[in-house]
């Protein structure tokens, strides 16, 4: 494959269904072609405000249907999408927007507080703001600047190797790692997720995942409109929402995380819905699904297909079959999705394990990162001798299907959100009470596990637990504040004096 843009997978679509529903959002319908028109008034847009092939154009942007326009406006024009979280604060913003540099900063007024913030700093140099939806405040209304272009655009030929995204993600040092996606990479995986899925133009999925992240992007999204399927997207996820969406659009698939089905299987009245809904398949990803779900999830709905993936492999992995095309296995993340990926658990020489043994996750294939963005060691380290060094501690079993065991590098998953303790702990240390501090993990049955603040106080200084989680919630992004803090007189510590999080974590495990 050669010189494909990302767009093409909604081009196509659009030359081959111009009429067929591509988009369901709060009851209001576009068609493929009415999808591919806004992406061209915003790529002839971009193009007007001189955004190059290259450039990068930063959407924080909620769940709202402005998010498909522009981020496939964006691929048409050769620029590069930067989406980000929009939960994060200006301090977490801020050092995101100085590393890529943007050209073009695209928001809507019911987050637009953040990044604003960023916007108004003169130091960081963002070229404009495009405010979606209605503004009258600084910046550009989208619905006066986009419309007096035209609705027809040549997307930008690219290169294999050209950059199509750059995801952010916090990294074990606390400093934001942009991970470089190419149109080869994300065009590759969202084919490979509709040849696992069997995807036709027939499927129409329910989805509630915030369109930032990569699974939405690729597994969802990609893997539906590259064969012509329509998509609902619900604005947030409530499993009555979902249910009723499932029901009202016949909906053929539901793409989620643990925490997504375990709020339906529990809401009153489920097994009245789940007579009317009828689903050829199901996904869950992000974190590992505890098996009790899984097991009430599966004897109401068609079985769910657990699976792995990675942002930095665009990001999907591994996957079990669909239902009826294979053995599903609980507590494994499955087999490659494709034969094109090829996985292995290596040892610390970079060696391969025997089968049974705990190994790193390494990842080969077209759907691998480009790199880090400007963090060439960084980018050596993660890929070197050609493969991703995930840093998760796997092992395989005889028939190939992959466990995920635990992480090399530190970090907690959370409802399908990593967090970085490292970012915390730096955030924690700038409390004028806070001596020492430590974030660790703890099992959690709905969330996979939450995050527990351990700190010592400085000699004389008072602090409760409330005031610790107020400072955090002011400063960082709701999902990575601690839902605990514990207090000691002092942390455990090695015999050559650094912070010992192992003894901690069982600490704080046992109550």
Known sequence: MARINLASILENSAAAHPDKVALIFAGSKWTFKEVDEEANLIANGLREMGVQRGDRVTLFLPNVPEFFFWYFGIMKAG?????????????????????????????????????????????????????VGGWEGEGLDSNLWAGKYPRTFTSAVVDDDELAAILYTSGTTGQPKGVMLTHRNLWTNARHCADWAETTWRDITVCALPLFHSYALTHVLGELWIEGGTVVWLDRFEPKGCLEAMVQYRATAFHGVATMYYAIVNYPGVDEYAKRINLRYCVTGAAVTPEPILRAWNEKFTPLSEGYGTTEAAPVVLM??????????????????VPEIEVAAFDEQDKPVKQGEIGELVVRGPNVMKGYWKKPEASAEALRNGWLHTGD?????????????????????????NIYPKEVEDL???????????????????????????ISLKRGSEATEEEIIAFCRDNIAAFKVPKRVRFFDELPKTATGKLHKVPLRKMVEQG
């Open 79 to 131: 620029a590069v999408a930067n989406p980000l979280n929009v939960m994060l604060k200006q301090r977490e913003i801020e050092p995101i927007i100085r590393d890529c540099s943007p050209r073009v900063l695209v928001t809507t007024r019911s987050v637009s507080a953040e990044p604003m913030k960023v916007f108004r700093n003169p130091e960081v140099g963002i070229g404009a703001v495009v405010v």
């Open 320 to 337: 079990n079959p669909l239902p009826g095309k294979g053995v599903q296995k609980a507590n494994s993340c499955g087999v490659p999705l």
């Open 393 to 417: 501690m796997v092992y395989f079993d005889e028939e190939g299907y992959c466990y995920v065991k635990d992480r090399k590098k530190d970090i907690i998953v959370t409802g399908g959100f």
């Open 428 to 454: 924690l240390y700038s409390h004028p009470t806070v001596a020492e501090a430590q974030v660790v993990g703890v099992p959690d049955l709905v969330k996979g596990e939450i995050a527990v603040a351990c």
